[in-house]
């Protein structure tokens, strides 16, 4: 069994940044890759950034520039760098692991970001 769990929500000025964690637990051998997805509300989830086991990263393009993933699975958690941060990146951001056989997803935090 694998679990993640997220860390570091929270209400940041627009412009400002935030330093989201992700933490897995149980079987890491099984994760392939793990990111970040969120959800805005009355719409869909959307990718925000994933990295794989070799270190290579995938961002939404909206969010090239802005948002950094980082860290290390075999060490068990990533990271999501967040800078400048606007209004409409508010949302509920998700941890994923990818397994092979099937997703793994944490409960979410909140980022709020204030005009």
């Known amino acids: 069994q694998v679990q993640v769990m997220e860390y570091g929500g929270g209400l940041v000025q627009a412009g400002g940044s935030l330093r989201l964690s992700c933490t897995a637990s149980?079987?890491?051998?099984?994760?392939?890759?793990m990111g970040w997805y969120r959800q805005a509300p009355g719409k869909q989830r959307e990718l925000v950034a994933m990295?794989?086991?070799?270190?290579?990263?995938n961002y939404a393009d909206s969010l090239k520039g802005r948002f950094t993933i980082s860290g290390d699975i075999s060490k068990r958690t990533v990271y999501l760098q967040m800078n400048s941060l606007k209004p409409e990146d508010t949302a509920v951001y998700y941890c994923?692991?990818?397994?092979?056989?099937?997703?793994?997803w944490g409960q979410g935090t909140q980022v709020t970001v204030s005009s």
């Open positions: 990295i794989t086991t070799s270190g290579n990263t």
């Open positions: 149980g079987h890491i051998l099984t994760i392939n890759a």
């Open positions: 994923k692991a990818r397994k092979f056989v099937n997703d793994v």
